[in-house]
């Protein structure tokens, strides 16, 4: 309800409440003539609090409407936010796709290939106690004829404790998830120019990655809202559907590749050093590329984030360009930002 209407409605209602109770006041009369009703100050109470009611009543539909518009817009952004993540999760390119300050090294001789594995240990501690002792007091006393009673007593105990424990543990190596380390001769003429090493981390590390990213989007949304909810119900699933699974498999590729001479290998990824890089995929030959860690995901689950943003702008009444649903202009509904 627009502002000037909902002021119009509380003047208007506070105006016909004070001429029926003005008439109430003064238009009745008993059968003498004698005008009866309410008095001047009874008349002015009761238009206040006439007043006051219908206040409260506008406010109470006006916010009520208001809630609902934003919670269907938040309804409508939420689907279009899951509709985004979905997308990401089923469209790997966008995770391990070129993106923004990605970068293309060709013409790589593998040198050494090293593979770190993640390892568990597990402790157990059993035992027993066993305690034995003995005691003895004494006590002397004298009872009085008129009831009184006076007495001391004292005690001794002593004993033994034995305690028996048994330790063990275990440590496995999970040899389904190893870290990468390889270092590589940048060849160029046939020569070596430089070198650079890759690292890609497990895959359990990255998935875990990958589903702390989509919890910290979530985080910031309001609480308890639909794209709240949207965002953290696929925190599993993308990390799932976007975990590596060729570490192994480029490991072994590689490593038969380190006693051959010639220069086949490409690799792209994010730059984190002189000569160091996350890896992102990996292509030896004419192979197809192996995926080895989603450096695009940030960019591609801010992109859902960001689309899910814009139509909500579009898909409001009184949004524009300039509006408040415009890119850049503000959060989607129920959000506190937008970007992770």
């Known amino acids: ?15 016909g409440a004070l001429l029926v109770f003005a008439g109430v006041g003064g238009v009745f009369t008993d059968e003498h003539g004698k005008t009866v009703g309410l008095g001047a100050l009874d008349v002015l109470i009761i238009f206040f609090l006439a007043c006051v009611c219908v206040a409260a009543l ?43 300050g990605s970068t293309l090294v060709t013409s790589l001789r593998p040198i050494t290939v090293q593979r770190h594995f993640d390892q568990q240990t597990t402790m157990a501690i059993d035992g027993w106690m066993r305690h034995s002792f003995r005691s003895v007091s004494v006590m002397a006393g004298q009872l009085g004829g008129s009831g009184g009673m006076m007495g001391v007593g004292g005690g001794r105990a002593w004993g033994t404790s034995r305690v028996h424990l ?14 990468l ?46 794209c709240q909810d949207a965002v953290a119900a696929r925190a599993d699933s993308l990390g799932a559907a976007l975990t590596p699974r060729d570490i192994s498999y480029t490991a072994d590729r590689l490593d038969s590749l380190s006693r051959s001479t010639e220069a086949t290998v490409a690799v792209a990824g ?13 292509r030896i030959g004419d192979d ?3 995926c080895l860690f989603p450096t695009g995901f940030p960019a591609a689950l801010e992109q859902a984030a ?14 524009g360009a300039d509006g408040p649903g415009a890119p850049g202009s503000g959060p989607a509904p129920g959000a506190r930002k937008v970007s992770p």
């Open 1 to 15: 309800m627009p502002r000037a209407a909902l002021v119009l409605s509380i003047l208007s209602g506070a105006f």
């Open 181 to 226: 380390l390889a270092v590589f001769d940048v060849v160029k003429d046939g020569r070596t120019v430089d070198t650079l090493r890759i690292v890609v981390p497990p895959a359990p590390a990255t998935t875990q990655w990958i589903s702390g990213l989509v919890i910290g989007l979530a985080e910031q949304f309001a609480w308890g809202t639909h």
């Open 58 to 100: 506008c406010v109470w539909f006006t916010r009520g409407a208001r809630v609902r518009t934003d919670n269907a817009a938040d309804h409508a952004a939420s689907r279009r936010l899951g509709g985004g993540l979905d997308t990401t999760a089923a469209r790997g390119d966008l995770a391990y796709g070129d993106h923004t």
């Open 166 to 179: 048994d330790g063990h543990s275990v440590t496995r190596v999970d040899l389904r998830g190893e870290a």
């Open 288 to 290: 197809r590329w192996l």
């Open 270 to 282: 994010v730059m984190i050093g002189n000569g160091v890089m996350a890896a992102q995929r990996l």
């Open 306 to 319: 960001a689309a899910a943003a814009i139509g909500a702008g579009a898909g409001r009444p009184g949004t």
